[in-house]
């Protein structure tokens, strides 16, 4: 059974850092191509991929969080992580972790990943 645990949100400044963490167990993320990833969601929006990384460390980001963000795992921990800094009020959403079901690389299409958190909020303020 796959179990998703996020934690780590809150509220911050624009500006200000982050670091979201998720603790994983029954995923077998050592198969190829498979990823984890970070999606969110805002009020009265889709829910949208953030960051993904495969089990070779192949990483794919939203344009909205390239530089800003950074997606990685801790094999040991089975923990996945992700550092958003420069953080903007639009950044505020629900940020859920998901793990593919069909493994199909770093990809942020909502209906490869099978696996859902019960997500962690995050608020910007300006």
């Known amino acids: 059974q796959v179990q998703l645990v996020e934690s780590g949100g809150g509220s911050v400044q624009a500006g200000g850092s982050l670091r979201l963490s998720c603790a994983h167990s029954?995923?077998?993320?050592?198969?190829?191509?498979?990823?984890m990833g970070w999606f969110r969601q805002a009020p009265g929006k889709e829910r949208g991929g953030v960051a993904a990384i495969d089990s070779d460390g192949r990483t794919n980001y939203a344009d909205s969080v390239k530089g800003r963000f950074t997606i990685s795992e801790d094999n040991a921990k089975n923990t996945l992580y992700l550092q958003m800094n420069s953080l903007k009020p639009e950044d505020t959403a629900m940020y859920y972790c998901?793990?593919?079901?069909?493994?199909?690389?770093?990809?942020?299409?909502?209906?490869?990943?099978?696996?859902w958190g019960q997500g962690t909020q995050v608020t910007v303020s300006s």
């Open positions: 998901a793990a593919q079901r069909y493994c199909s690389g770093p990809s942020l299409v909502l209906s490869a990943f099978g696996y």
């Open positions: 029954g995923y077998t993320f050592s198969f190829r191509s498979c990823s």
